[in-house]
Every structure is written in C-alpha cells, then in structure tokens.
C-alpha cells in the first residue's frame, strides 16, 4: 500500500521538470506555470473537503481505486496535451487523485499494521507519500533529459505503473468495517474534532509553511535554475528539487529518536535555518547555497510533517480519523498553491528573485511562530 501510495503521489510531480518544454512547446509565461501548479492543488483541496470523510464510510479500497482513476485520466490529459486547456484538465485530475490519497492512504497503511508496528506504519505513510513526491522529477527529468518524446514517455510509464498499482489495491484486504445501514455521505469539509483542535493548530501550520517551501522548489526552482544559473538541463532540476524531498525523508526518520513533541518544534526551527539559506543563495545567485538550502528546509520540513501527522492521528477519534487527516492535509495544499501564484505575481513585477526573497520572509515568520507557540504551549512529549 506504501508503494502504490508513492507511485500515485509521484504522478503529481512528473510534470515539475517538463514545464519549460511546454512552455517552449506552447508557450506561456512563468505565471503561467504558478497557476498551472496552483490548479493541482485547487483539485487536492476539493477532493479533501469534499470526500475526506469518504474512506470512513465506503471503505479505504473504493477510495483509493477512485484516486488511481483520477490518475490515470490525468496522465491521458498530459499525453494528449498540445495547449493549456488539457495541462489545466490534467492538473485538476491529478489534484483529485491525491486528495482522495492523502489522507485515505495514510489511514490505511496505519491500519493494516498490527499494533505494535504502528509507529513504522506512521513513518511508511509519510515516506511514501514524501518519497513520491520527489521520485517524479527525478523519473520525468530523466526521460525529458535522455529519452525520445520526453513530453509523452514520462507519462506512458506512469500508466504502467498505475496499472500495477490498482492491481495491487484489488486484492488488498479492507481495513474499514462494513455498516450495515451504511451511513449516508456528506460533504463535512474541515472536520476537526474538538478533543483534536488544540494540537491540530500548530499541526496545521507547520504543515503549511513545510508544504510551502516544497512548493517553492516544485513550481518555481526549474525556472530560477534556468534564468539566473544558467542550469537548463531538466535532469539535474529534477535532481535539485528531489533534494528537498530526500531531506524531507531523513528529516522523517528522525522523529523516532526525537520523539513527536521534540520534532515539531525542531522540525520549525530547521525549516528557518533553511529557509534562511535559501534567502541567500537567490540574493547572491549560489547554486551551492540554494541546494544547501533545499536540504536543510526539506530536513526541518520532514520533522515537522511526521510529527504533525503522528500527532493528529494520534489525538483524532477512530471513527474521524480519516476526515482528521484529510484536514490537515487541506493545510498543507493551502500552503502549496497561495504562495506560489504569489510568487508568480509579484515575479511580473519586482522579477522571480525578488518574489523569492518575499516568500522565504513570510514563511520564516510563520515557522518561526509555530516554535514560539510550542515552548508556550508544548505538546505532551512522546
């Protein structure tokens, strides 16, 4: 379920490195692409708010093969792509399909451990979900770089790997016990119980400023990569922005030695140090710095997620725990997509570098906030 969980989140990056191909191909501006990646997590929030509670009710297995569906479509949009009309559509579905994964998925894995193996089941969650978001440039960089038809390749093999995917959610076994009435479904939007809320807020703003920065290095870091540093080849932007991610993986594992409370904070005062790296290296134009920067963010930023979800799973009723998740992740999107069509913004203006430099400002001081919250209000340490 790990892997199928990775491969489905993996689609929704594929296209970070091949952006600059389409823009070629089709031609648009790099605000044009902020919004492009903003329309993906417009589509992620939707299905959360809509169907974050769905899993509770029909079942992980529906929703899930549901989410791969919307994957598929969206990988048939970006083959079939030769203007904006179906990179928007293709988007959306892509959008779709992780939000009914994220927190259905994360749900399920937690479920289909025994008891004692749920604190590895939490870290499989969060790796798998991390681990594919950074696979896809790293995979679309390398077919855009090597491969013939880069911009139909990349999504040909995702197929493929979907296919095994839905496979494989087929004949796993449901960790939902069926009701007999079955509840009706309801749009319950953000659901979050009021035994849960005290330690979902500095959850949720964790998440958010963490998802920002990925954000950042997912929509705009190929484009800043090509303009001021003159590295145009798509292999190796793909490799900067996975950077991020496999420091988000390390940062994850950590939270075992640290424990839950211990790594939300650190986890916030790491994604400053970051960020505050990265400031520097669009300021002097520094490769060096800017991955130096990738890692150290990505590190604080996989501190703070694992805990955060470690936390909300913990603290959410059984029976909610689902919608719970798929509040948190509703955070973590809004953090996505805002900022970046922010950046794209104010980049026609002041330019990309300048833009930068305001959005590293406004998340230092929302992480920063998060960890004067924390030694205020600390977590129960665990």
């Not at 919004?35 to 769905?54: M, Q, T």
């Not at 009710?57 to 899930?64: N, T, W």
């Not at 390398?142 to 095994?164: D, S």
């Not at 932007?237 to 991610?245: L, P, R």
């Amino acid at each position: 379920m790990a892997l199928v969980f990775a491969v489905v989140m993996a689609g929704t990056t594929l296209p970070t490195p091949l952006y600059d191909l389409y823009r070629k191909d089709i031609g648009f501006s790099e605000f044009v692409v902020t919004v492009v990646f903003a329309v993906y997590a417009c589509g992620v929030i939707a299905a959360l708010l809509i169907a974050g509670s769905f899993s509770d009710v029909l079942g992980r297995r529906p929703v899930l093969m549901a989410g791969i569906g919307f994957s598929m479509l969206s990988a048939v949009c970006f083959l079939a792509a030769h203007g904006l009309p179906l990179l928007f559509v293709g988007r959306v579905f892509s959008g779709f399909s992780a939000g009914l994964f994220s927190g259905a998925a994360t749900a399920a894995i937690m479920e289909l451990a025994a008891p004692e193996q749920r604190g590895r089941a939490g870290l499989a969650a969060t790796v798998a979900n991390m681990g594919g978001l950074g696979c896809g440039p790293v995979l679309a960089g390398l077919l855009g770089e090597y491969a013939p038809h880069p911009l139909r390749l990349t999504f040909v093999v995702h197929l493929g790997l979907l296919a095994l995917s839905f496979a494989a959610v087929w004949i796993a076994p449901e960790t939902v016990a069926r009701q007999d009435p079955r509840p009706p479904l309801r749009v319950q939007g953000m659901v979050v119980p009021v035994q849960a809320r005290a330690a979902f807020r500095p959850a949720a703003v964790a998440v958010f400023a963490g998802f920002s920065v990925l954000g950042l290095f997912t929509a705009v870091t190929p484009a800043f990569l090509a303009k001021y540093l003159g590295v145009d080849n798509i292999a190796a932007s793909g490799a900067v922005v996975m950077s991020a991610f496999l420091a988000s993986l390390a940062g994850q594992s950590l939270m075992g030695l640290l424990g839950v409370a211990r790594s939300l904070f650190l986890g916030c005062v790491v994604l400053v140090a970051g960020l505050v790296l990265i400031g520097v290296s669009l300021l002097d134009e520094n490769l060096g710095l800017l991955v130096g920067g990738a890692m150290v963010s990505g590190l604080g930023q996989g501190l703070s997620f694992r805990s955060s979800v470690a936390t909300v799973s913990r603290v959410a009723p059984e029976e909610q725990r689902g919608a719970t998740l798929s509040a948190l992740f509703v955070a973590g999107y809004v953090g996505l997509s805002i900022p970046v069509v922010g950046i794209g913004a104010v980049a026609l203006g002041p330019g990309l570098r300048s833009a930068g430099v305001l959005f590293v400002a406004c998340v230092i001081v929302l992480a920063a906030a998060v960890s004067v919250y924390l030694v205020r209000r600390p977590l129960p340490v665990t």
